[in-house]
């Protein structure tokens, strides 16, 4: 699993994460596989909230790519 070696080698913080998760939850929407998808934005959503200097633009996509999962889980009111 290339994300297991990723993160022995980056520490758990590291500003890197997030848009690493988005990537990969980008990769298993598209696989259709909502509830993974909605597991890496939360992911990348948590990174950036408890990063030292939080990016608001990312924030927000990582909050609409979650909305997005949820919606297409037909949890519409989760994703509001």
Do not use: C, F, W
Request: aromatic share 8%.
């Amino acid at each position: 699993n290339a994300m297991a070696l990723y993160l022995q080698v980056v520490p758990e913080n590291h500003s890197s994460l997030s848009p690493t998760y988005n990537n990969i939850g980008n990769v298993q929407y598209a696989l259709k596989d909502y509830k993974n998808s909605l597991a890496s934005y939360e992911a990348a959503l948590n990174g950036q909230l408890t990063t030292e200097t939080p990016d608001i633009s990312s924030i927000i996509v990582y909050r609409r790519n979650a909305g997005m999962a949820y919606e297409a889980m037909g949890k519409k009111e989760e994703a509001l």
